[in-house]
């Protein structure tokens, strides 16, 4: 287990190094003048032109950008944008806001998803089963601008149940809705795994034997038949937490949500390379470590799986 | 010779009264058929046997002949649908089962009737310890706290003769081998004391030597305890050691049921001659092994009269049309054949 992990970690070495030189180098190659527009209508004097390209080392080789931007980011230094912004600011603003819909979405896609997918599991054809095959199918379908701008009109603006928008405090009762659009894919995904995946060890032997040594009913269901049902769908949710960590732009442009997705969107139509990078650094490390956890918890659930 | 034709569904307690009849376990007349989308197959037509505590039953049949479905309907665990009981009765301790609540029956398995299963790997839950799946017994069915139920889990362990019960205690089921596993799923059938143990088929997946040492462990385990044993099992060798009673059972009825001795001795119907003599033979070498013609019929299409009568090499035209009920020929013996007299008399 300890090699294991260790493999992993250093695996992580050269995927990090791999990844960030390509963002670097897709940034870089982005035809198109950061400078142009900077000065209002006016062509920008060229010494200040002069000075920025000195700054940010603009006419030097990709490759001295590059490793000049490592060695700052080893520093701790995630190197400022032209406005002379700390890129560490803008992520210590952003992320938060991003990680607390991601564990509303997640939440959301957990809880219902898996309702969903337990109930219909246990009795599949039903009235239930039937409406929850068609919703997922939509959920699924349609893309996630527009079930967040039909329910954001629907349930803020014309029936006013929530606020349509997300305010600064990011309060849990705001957030409800723009989680459950974050979240409603993926939800689908885990409703339908879930499903599948009761019905299928539904008649498992050891299910039998289970119900054979006189358990009630509730505890068949509750302790043998779930912990084996949920290895796919914990794999499923965990994959997906590393995406929804990710930002989600989408979402968080149409509930006005000041987190990373759209951070990272603004740095990128105003070439702030330097943003761009540094934001999709963290965003890789985070989703390298989320999956990291997904294999470890996998073996947490099926003892089968040693890793070594 | 009709003056000692009994039938057996007009023994005592037979009549569907529901009347004790101080039989232990009773199945009687039990009717199960699956419904399929290609038809309705019928399982289970009309078998009624009976075990008493401290008595071994062994209930023989090939693949498909209701062996297994007809212990599935006892213990309450036939997949419905499927499956449906369309007849019959289960009594435990004169008891109908099939009438119960729920919840009545439930607490009847695991303390009443318990059951070990053909294949231990699947039977036992991959993802918890063997030791927390015989513990949980205690700790839900007797209210125990966690230290008591381990304590008793590992004697159980122990009891099945599991080396190093303590340490074994925390091993997940594919850390056993078969044997052992089979061992902890024995141990785990008898943790809350059944007064009837189902065997299906438990030495089945296990290699020879080990068969012989599980049977041996059940047989010890049975007549420490005083159960009732039913033995499901296709298998004749594994039979003849321990059962008291055999019942032979074909396309879903009983055909003969007699106790050890007499049905090897002098079998009662052409189906358990066939099986007999189908047991390849020290003697024999060499020369091709002996089976019983045809095939099992289609439970979805049984023919009528008697449902062995296309394979059976003694069939008659009454055969064709009648189909023979479950009669007493002598004393303790019973068989389902137009010519049962005429196979016991035989020299």
Known sequence: MGRYLLRRLLQLVPVFIGTTFLIYWLVWSVPGDPFAGKCGDRRCPDSYINFMTEKYQLDQSIWVQYATYMKNLFQGDFGITFNNRAVGDIIATAYPNTLKLAVVALAIEAIIG??????????????????????????????????????????????????PTVSNEMRLSELLLPGFVLGSASMAYVARVARTSIAENRRADYVRTAIAKGLPMRRVVGVHLL???????????????????????????????????????RAIVTKESATVVSIVVVLVLVYLLMNLLVDLLYAALDPRIRYE | MSDILVSEQSKPGADGSGRPSGRLLEVEDLRVEFRTRDGVAKVINGVTYHVDAGETLAVLGESGSGKSVTAQTVMGILDTPPGFVTGGQVRFHGKDMLTMSAEERRRIRGEGIAMIFQDALSALNPVFTVGFQIAEQFRIRRGLSRADA???????????????????????PHQFSGGMRQRAMIAMSLALDPEVLIADEPTTALDVTVQAQIMDLLAELQRERQMGLILITHDLGVVADVADRIAVMYAGRIVEEANVYDLYAKPAHPYTMGLIDSIPRMDERGQQLRTIKGLPPNLMNIPPGCPFNPRCPMAQPVCQEKLPPLLQIGADRASACHFAEDLVNRD
């Not at chain 2, 304590?151 to 091993?171: T, Y």
């Open chain 1, 114 to 163: 898996l309702s969903a997918g337990v109930l219909t599991g246990l009795r599949r054809n039903g009235f239930l089963d039937n409406l929850v095959l068609v919703s997922t199918l939509f959920l699924i379908a349609l893309p996630v601008f527009v079930v967040g701008f039909v329910l954001q009109w629907l349930l803020g603006v014309k029936w006013g149940i929530v606020h």
């Open chain 1, 227 to 265: 912990r084996n049902s949920l290895i796919p769908v914990v794999t499923l949710l965990g994959t997906d937490l590393g995406a929804l960590m990710g930002g989600a732009i989408v979402t968080e442009g149409i509930f006005g949500i000041n987190g990373i997705g759209r951070a990272v969107l």
């Open chain 2, 150 to 172: 381990k304590k008793r889990a590992i004697e159980m362990l122990d009891q099945v003769k599991i080396p190093n019960a303590k340490g074994r205690f925390s091993n997940y």
